[in-house]
């Protein structure tokens, strides 16, 4: 079992909907990333969370400690956000991120 | 630049051959972190580097792989003897500390034929 789980694999919405990308993990962490990539390969980072809530622009990232739960929200979509967005923890000793598979959204006009 | 360079950006090697990736992190970040990402999979973890030190090369799937930053900044990850199994994306990654947001470079595909 992968210790960062991703649903859904892939998503494809409409533009304007409500989306939400959902990462579980199985490990203590001290952090949880959530990372945009585009084709091509490059990463961006979205936020670093350690708990609540985040928001920027119509992107918000919530997490859950005790459930070892976090959701990404994108509000309004767009097809500019189709990209692949990446679940990471840092549980590793020395920072190192741990990732997810990835959820490979695609956004129709 | 602004941002973490990698190159070169495409590399394609024959099996048996031998590559090096170079990454040059933002200037003043500590922590350099190399991953290397499979088609279709999630980055995997390979080594980190607190300065000059390699502090962590627990990922690192073989002693054909060797990395190095030998003045705290620019690093360099080789790999000897090539298989087609090496054949991914590798990231690079840098931060000012290791607890710190990690900034990705646009990695290096290798192509091992």
């Known amino acids: 079992k992968n210790e960062v789980e991703q649903s859904p694999q892939n998503l494809t919405a409409q533009e304007g909907e409500f989306i939400t990308i959902n990462c579980s993990y199985s490990?203590?962490?001290?952090?949880l990333h959530w990372l945009q990539q585009h084709p091509g390969g490059g990463i961006v980072s979205l936020f670093m969370l350690s708990s609540g809530k985040k928001k920027h622009g119509r992107l918000i990232a919530t997490i859950n400690i005790q459930e070892k739960h976090s959701s990404l929200h994108i509000t309004a979509s767009h097809p500019r956000d189709s990209a692949v967005y990446i679940c990471a923890v840092r549980g590793g000793s020395q920072g190192n991120l741990i990732f997810g598979k990835g959820t490979k959204l695609s956004v129709k006009p | 630049g602004a941002g973490v360079s990698q190159s070169p950006r495409y590399k394609v090697a024959k099996r048996g051959q031998d590559v090096a990736l170079r990454c040059d992190p933002i200037s003043g970040h500590v922590s350099l972190f190399w991953y290397q990402q499979a088609l279709g999979q999630g980055p995997e973890f390979l080594t980190y580097?607190?300065?000059?030190?390699?502090?962590?090369k627990s990922g690192l799937p073989s002693d054909r792989f060797f990395a190095e930053r030998p003045e705290g900044s620019v690093s360099t990850l080789k790999i000897q003897r090539t298989q087609q199994e090496d054949s991914a994306v590798y990231l690079c990654a840098s931060s000012l500390g290791q607890l710190q947001p990690q900034h990705f470079g646009d990695g290096t595909r290798l192509s091992i034929l």
């Open positions: 580097f607190q300065n000059e030190a390699q502090l962590d």
């Open positions: 490990v203590g962490i001290s952090a």
